[in-house]
């Protein structure tokens, strides 16, 4: 069992302000202007038809020193909007409170005053956060879209405490908030309610060079005491699209974007405190190493944006969550290293164009995962007495490129080098070093062409991989080269935009040697030994792999009742993990599904969704591998809080991976069910819970539950706790197989089961203090223990069953696992874009081999630890 999942589900839940709502205001209708002006189509979008489309600017006279004081002449001279509208609590509803925003510039950056009146000061909530840290707080946001595509754009927000936010929009209505902009913004408190100054400079954004400007433009404010919400223009909860109805910014004259370069130079300074083996050459159990370099910004033409790093520096300021994995899935990590983290959205493939996508036991394969870059080395270590391998491959450098060749055609592209790795090894003295990760060439190309206003796209996704081996037993551990290449895009059925059909295919090739391939094709995601799939079979002289893979969704986007259909399927030999994320393929599934949104408050709710679907899914030789049906519901209450639900009833089908490349076994009916409850979480302290079980008509179960609260005591302090406890009744748990004449029934060989029993708790601890805006401390604690009992082990007595012979197996494979892991950060940014990390990570883990459960906290207590301080530095400036 893995715990990850519901820890992380839970870190992001809690940051926000219901589930399903970004962390940043959420994009959302219309309803907007400052001006009058007569109806019209929105620009390049005659379906789109509103009142007063247009916000003024005005050009700075004077200089304007961003402090949060409206006390410069412009914010007295330049036209006021106040045109904010509703979205929540009340969809369209007018505000509680009125606000004013006016708009300047001048040649070098773009400037927003905002004054917002409240009748009761004293209740405004400031609340002090680390940059982009969601947290319940009044505060303001403008997004643009200056490229006026009605689809892409950034944000910047600013909370009543100064706490700054900013981020990118993609695909009209998602965000990121991993990109970090260098701009000003400030906020003050007064006897009228509260202000706000924000200073983006044009070098940030990306605009096309023209006489006269004309963006989308978008405000919002957000009043926690009464979970209340107002935008310019909104997305109505009926509906989709968020930038496409962005009103137009105009006023914006001879002003040109710069061709500006910015540079991000670092230096790290590592003690290592390490636990060591006694004679070790490698490890004394003190190390400490430095390391320097740089990331670049620069902007190519008007559109484009070029990234670019050299040695860089990936050391995590976050770390990973403890994982005990006991299935035959790769463990997903997420990404957290800024070059790859930044504009991420821009490689995004496979489901452009519509605002929701439903799935049912169907994961798209990742196409670009960028975590394979830069990995641990994958090569086999050869057996000695001690041995010294790197913890991660370095990146001799990498460079992106990103943006729009034209209002139509977008772009992005990343590049990388990862260089040649070996262990160090000893054995009797002697001491020697053999490569275990190649010199290797990343590549990735995405390219899109929207069409029609926006009403179609097609878009085009190439990844590459490219080894060069030294040593030559490499070749038969990896693949020695690797491409994907892909098609996606999506078309809008009607005139009103309510039915689209969304969709992509795609074609991967790997090339390498006999034996790579051969164990390529035994591996778990392909499983070609399966004695009963005459559909696949290993190729013993093949030097390469060619597979497909596709998906196609059918979305109606408006109105209360919805409707959402989708078919894939992945080729047998589809591979793409050399760049991406797949744990399966031999896969055909599809899905029907319907639900109705009740978006008017009644005497219960405040907003109710249902939805109900059926699915199955079969492998490429007919077998049906699922059958069954879900019903889930999204409850918000009047008083903030939430409840999501869902049950899952599983047919009898078969299962063609639980033998780990045997035959096929049946798979027993099941049902499975959940809810995650949460409280109003503008409250000072409030809690959350996530519930999980399953159960199977076989006798296996499972349950687990990860409740948990935040409490903000004060503006400057928070704490998070997330105990979790998981309990697994698995009666037929996987352990091993092997050659056997006699087993005909199962093809000659024999497959033994067991069942497992087995706990896992932890605990997730977030300590935050947040000094000022720019000086903050970040502190994380997990401790973790997983124990397992594995008994009456018996095998399958026949193929396409889930019937059972006893087993005279003989083998301890019970397991104590427990960890405790935290670190803490303290980050300050000493000037825009410029920041000094102290950081400090420490780990403690045990490994036994008999199932001892235990929750006493001092079982950890006499393990070494092993600790790790860094100091890093960077210093932002532009030649």
């Known amino acids: 069992m ?37 109806a019209a189509p929105v620009h390049g979008h005659p379906d789109f038809v509103i009142d007063g489309t247009r916000v003024h600017a005005v050009r700075v006279t004077a200089p304007v020193t961003v402090d949060g004081v409206l006390s410069e002449p412009v914010w007295q001279e330049a036209e006021a909007f106040t045109a904010l509208i509703q979205r929540d609590p009340t969809e369209g509803a007018p505000p509680s409170q009125r606000t004013e925003v006016r708009i300047a510039y001048d040649d070098d950056a773009i400037y927003i005053g905002a004054r917002l ?59 990121d908030n991993s990109w970090d902009a260098v701009w000003k913004g400030s906020a003050r408190i007064d006897r009228q309610g509260w202000t706000v100054e924000m200073r983006i400079p044009y070098s940030q954004l990306r605009f096309p060079k023209q006489t006269t400007d004309v963006w989308g433009i978008n405000f919002s404010r957000e009043i926690p005491r009464r979970r209340e919400k107002d935008y310019a223009a909104y997305r ?92 035959d899935v790769e463990s997903f990590v997420q990404e957290k290293r800024p070059f790859f983290v930044e504009g991420a959205s821009t490689l995004a493939f496979g489901r452009q164009g519509a605002g929701d996508y439903w799935n049912f036991d169907w994961d798209d394969p990742l196409f670009f995962y960028s975590r394979r870059i830069g990995r641990a080395p994958q090569g086999e270590v050869p057996a000695a007495d001690f041995s010294d391998v790197p913890v991660a491959t370095r990146i001799l450098g990498a460079a992106k490129l990103t943006g729009r060749l034209s209002p139509q ?95 992509w295919s795609a074609l991967s090739h790997v090339a390498g040697n006999d034996a790579r391939m051969v164990s390529l094709q035994r591996n778990s995601v392909h499983y070609f030994q399966r004695p009963d799939a005459p559909q696949v079979e290993v190729d013993s ?21 919805q409707f959402n259909a989708g078919l894939g399927v992945v080729n047998p030999k589809f591979e793409v993990n050399d760049l ?50 879900e019903v889930s519901g999204y409850t918000e209450f009047h008083n903030g809080h939430t409840l999501d639900y869902y049950t899952t009833v599983g047919a009898e089908a078969y299962d063609n991976r639980r033998t780990r490349g045997g035959p096929l076994m049946l798979n027993p009916a099941r049902l499975s069910y959940g809810m995650n409850y949460l409280s109003d979480t503008q409250r000072q302290l409030y809690v959350f819970s996530v519930f999980d079980g399953a159960t199977s008509r076989s006798g296996s179960w499972s349950v687990d539950v990860y409740p948990g609260f935040e409490w903000k005591p004060t503006a400057a302090f928070s704490l998070k706790v997330v105990p979790g406890y998981e309990l697994v009744r698995e009666d037929a748990q996987f352990v091993t197989s092997f050659d056997d004449p006699a087993a005909a029934a199962t093809f000659g060989r024999r497959y033994v089961f067991a069942t497992l029993d087995q706990q896992t708790a932890s605990a997730s601890f977030w300590l935050n203090w947040t000094f000022t805006p720019r000086l903050s401390l970040q502190t994380y604690i997990q401790p973790f223990v997983s124990a397992a009992t594995y008994r009456d082990f018996k095998s399958l007595a026949r193929a396409r069953s889930y019937d059972f012979t006893p087993a005279p197996y003989e083998s301890d494979l019970d397991f104590t696992e427990r960890s405790l892991r935290g670190n803490a950060v303290l980050r300050w940014e000493y000037r825009p874009g410029s ?26 207590v006499g393990v070494p630890p092993e600790d790790v301080f860094l100091i890093k530095a960077t210093y932002y400036f532009t030649p």
């Open 117 to 175: 009146y409240d009748t009761a000061p004293d209740s405004i909530v400031a609340r002090l956060a680390r940059r982009d840290a969601s947290i319940a707080s009044d505060r303001f946001a403008v997004y643009l879209d200056p490229q006026h595509d009605r689809r892409s754009g950034y944000y910047f927000m600013v909370n009543a405490a100064g706490t700054l936010y900013d981020g990118t929009l993609s695909n009209d209505v998602e965000q």
């Open 835 to 860: 920041a000094l990390f102290l950081v400090w990570t420490q780990s403690r883990s045990s490994s036994e081999s008999s199932s001892q459960f235990s929750l006493n906290p001092l079982e950890l």
């Open 409 to 503: 055609w977008s772009l992005g592209t990343l590049y990388a080098v990862t260089d040649r790795e070996y262990a160090r090894l000893s054995t009797a003295g002697t001491s020697w070093q053999s490569e275990v990760e190649p010199l290797t060439y990343y590549g990735a190309t995405r390219v899109q062409r929207e069409f029609g206003g926006r009403r179609a796209g097609l878009g085009l996704l190439s990844t590459t991989t490219v080894r060069s081996f030294d040593d030559p037993t490499l070749r038969d551990q990896l693949n020695s080269s690797s491409w994907m290449g892909g098609l996606d895009g999506w078309m809008f059925l009607d005139r009103s935009r309510t039915w689209v059909l969304t969709g």
């Open 541 to 561: 002289a093949a030097t390469s792999l060619t597979g497909y893979a596709s998906r196609f969704w059918l979305n109606k986007e408006k109105g209360a009742l």
């Open 2 to 38: 893995a715990p990850t999942a519901p820890i992380l589900w839970l870190a992001m839940l809690a940051a926000t302000a219901a589930p399903g709502q970004p962390a940043a205001p959420a994009p959302d209708s219309l309803q907007v202007s400052a001006t009058t002006a007569a």
């Open 580 to 629: 991406g994320f797949q744990t399966e393929s031999d896969i055909v599934n599809g899905h029907i599904g319907s639900g109705y949104k009740w978006t008017r408050g009644t005497r219960f709710w405040r907003y109710q969704s249902v939805k109900a679907a059926l699915f199955s899914a079969f492998d490429y030789g007919g077998n049906a591998t699922l059958k069954g049906g």
């Open 236 to 327: 109505p909860r009926k509906e989709s699209g968020f930038v496409s109805r962005f009103p137009e910014l105009v006023g914006i004259e001879n002003i040109s974007p710069r061709r500006s370069i910015e540079v991000l130079p670092y230096v790290t300074t590592q003690y290592e405190h390490l636990d060591h083996d006694p004679g070790d050459p490698f490890n004394n159990g003190a190390r400490t190493h430095g390391k320097a370099g740089g990331d670049l910004r620069a902007r190519v033409a008007s559109r484009l944006t070029l990234n670019a790093t050299v040695n860089p520096d990936f050391g995590q300021v976050e770390i990973d969550p403890a994982i005990v994995n006991l299935t």
